[in-house]
């Protein structure tokens, strides 16, 4: 059972880690005159930084790499996105997660398409990864980091230092603020999110609080603003509100 929950870990990392690489179209409107609604799906790639309260002998406050994918759709001013992400110290702090988070938006200023801010709550899921040695953590990539060690040469005997290893759930919130630019044909947009969670079956890595930055940018619909546009389905990754 253990091997199997790792197994599901690692494809659950690969799969966000693919559809974070695939250009996805970002929300789009109806009309220039009308905001309707709008959704889509767009990838992200940011940095953070975390305090682990329980983490020794592994590092206690960390920087982080992230990798991701957002759906999200809105009907102004309010709105909402499933963000999935795989969060990496790298190989200084050697914890890694894979983070999932529900929410809400609200704009408050500015209109779709143009330069404006949207405030963004939710809450959050993550199952957290720390391993001592043993692997490689990298930055960015997926990486399951569990016991592996480098296989002894035949007819020697090598010591095999232990390696230690942290899994736990953590739950929490998700407070943050998006600036979304007017760069057409280009979605392009800004977060700052604040992420207080707490580990609930374990004593580490005990309680998390995160704060990270991200970029998400996608492409618009490309046609034109002034045509008055029959909902239809325009591909397999896009599909206008109305």
């Known amino acids: 059972m253990k091997q199997r929950g790792r197994s599901l870990r690692r494809a659950a990392a690969t799969a966000a880690a693919c559809a974070s690489a695939v250009f996805l179209l970002a929300p789009g409107t109806a009309r220039a005159d ?26 206690g406050f960390i920087g982080f790499s992230v990798l991701g994918v957002e759906a999200l759709g809105e009907v102004p001013p ?30 408050l200023f500015g209109q779709p398409e143009h330069f404006s801010l949207l405030a963004r709550g939710g809450v959050v899921y993550q199952h957290w990864h720390g391993a001592g040695g043993g692997c ?7 990486s399951s980091c569990i016991d ?10 090598t010591a095999v230092a232990p390696v230690t290893n942290y899994n736990g759930d953590a739950f929490g ?63 397999p990754r896009f599909r206008r509100g109305s």
Do not use: C
């Open 173 to 235: 919130i998700l407070a943050g603020l998006r600036l979304e630019l007017p760069i057409r044909p280009i979605y392009l947009a800004i977060d700052g999110s604040f992420m207080p969670t707490i580990d609930v079956d374990s004593s580490s890595p005990g309680g998390i609080v995160g704060l990270k930055f991200d970029l998400v940018i996608g492409f618009r619909d490309r046609r034109s603003s002034t045509e008055v546009v029959e909902p239809q389905q325009t591909g």
């Open 78 to 107: 309010w709105g909402g996105f499933l963000r999935a992400e795989y969060l990496s110290s790298g190989q200084d702090g050697r914890w890694q997660a894979l983070s999932f988070a529900l929410g809400v938006s609200r704009r």
């Open 34 to 59: 009308e905001y309707d609604s709008r959704y889509g799906f767009a990838p992200l790639v940011g940095a953070g930084f975390a305090g682990v309260t329980h983490a020794s002998p592994l590092p």
């Open 148 to 157: 592996e060690a480098t296989p002894n040469t035949p007819g020697t005997i």
């Open 136 to 142: 490689d953590v990298v930055l960015f990539i997926p």
